[in-house]
């Protein structure tokens, strides 16, 4: 589940450019872009709850930018959550994206689809469980350094049986605090149709550094409100609050 950090905020600039002779020059077009990123963390969190049963996990994934506004891009993951849910197949998380952005005025927007590929999982044949293999909608908006977030299951969520329909809200900031330092507070809620103890409020608050050569770190204070025995799995109740830190390296 990429955060993505994602899957996810648009940073915009603005820049005014001096007039020569009356004259204004166009601004250069927006390149198109391939990069990739590798890191670890101590606890993978996603949505505020532990998808590696609150133990380190590997991280990494492509991305392709299109000058025209269009992205796809890959990104996976360790993971335990399944193996713990129902003793099955399912220890790498793979999710596959693509959307759009553009800028209307001062509003940035970003739509896309996500699909969440839990490679070789098994847990829709176990009782109770639905496949864990889930397709997103969402929709993102940008003013200033605010951003809301809407993301909507097409497909039964994260192995709820008949929870299609369900829900995930994201408000987040951006605080730029100079020398390389970003703050992000952010409050999310998600609603699982059909179950509504499974439903929940999670928030964090994440110091990042940019440490130059495409290296940065980040420290990450999280917690939910998630039931304690919907969301306990072999003795580790992961939705508990907690701090993380993560390496990461983008070339």
Known sequence: MKKILVPS????????????????TAPAE???????????????????????RLQPALQGGVDYADKSGFYVGAWGSTIKWIKDSAATAGSVEIDLYGGYKGVLG???????LLR???AGNKLGAVEGFANANTTEAYGAVTYGLFT???????????????SKNSYYLDLSA?????????????VGRQMINNSPA?????????LAKDLGNGLSASVMAVGTNAGKSQYTLVDKYNGKDGLVVGLKYAF
């Open 30 to 52: 927006p390149e198109s872009t391939l990069s990739y990123n590798v890191g670890a963390v101590t606890d993978y969190r996603y949505r505020g709850i532990s998808q590696s």
């Open 106 to 112: 001062d509003v940035a927007y970003d739509v896309g």
């Open 148 to 162: 809301a977030k809407y993301s909507h299951s097409l497909t039964n969520t994260f192995g709820n049986i008949n």
């Open 198 to 206: 499974y439903s929940y409020n999670d928030y964090a608050l994440t």
């Open 116 to 118: 969440y590929e839990y």
């Open 9 to 24: 905020l648009i940073a915009l600039a603005v820049s005014s450019l001096a007039s020569v002779a009356q004259a204004q």
């Open 174 to 186: 951006t605080f730029d605090l100079g020398d390389g330092y970003t703050l992000v507070p952010h």
